[in-house]
Nanobody, 122 residues
Framework: QVQLVESGGGLVQAGGSLRLSCAAS????????MGWYRQRPGRQRVMIAS???????WYDGNRKGRFTTARDNAKSTVYLQMDDLKPEDTAVYYC????????????????WGQGTQVTVST
């Protein structure tokens, strides 16, 4: 079955950096677009970055220039390098494979991982 295991979160001061990892299994990782999602308390999960099978990337406006996503298809792992972190980046971060429908992207699998908590202090 599909498994997504996020790791690498923690507590960091504003301006600091973290590198998140997401190890995937149970599907053809190398053939799938992968997305990173953020969920703040009481808010919906929203996509903040994505990467195609051949490495094309997308970032939402608030993360562009500060976050970088990469993937290692041999390890079925996707990464999110987070630099110049801000208190508003505090959230639980998840990954999922992506499906495209009518020019929009959606999480492909219902089985989300446990996420990894990122807390940025002032």
């Amino acid at each position: 079955q599909v498994q997504l295991v996020e790791s690498g979160g923690g507590l960091v001061q504003a301006g600091g950096s973290l590198r998140l990892s997401c190890a995937a299994s149970g599907f053809a990782f190398a053939e799938n677009d992968m997305g990173w999602y953020r969920q703040r308390p009481g808010r919906q999960r929203v996509m903040i970055a994505s990467i195609s099978p051949n490495g094309w990337t997308w970032y939402d406006g608030n993360r562009k220039g500060r976050f970088t996503t990469a993937r290692d298809n041999a390890k079925s792992t996707v990464y999110l390098q987070m630099d110049d972190l801000k208190p508003e980046d505090t959230a639980v971060y998840y990954c999922n494979a992506l499906s495209q429908y009518s020019s929009n992207w959606f999480p492909k699998y219902d089985a989300w991982g446990q996420g990894t908590q990122v807390t940025v202090s002032t």
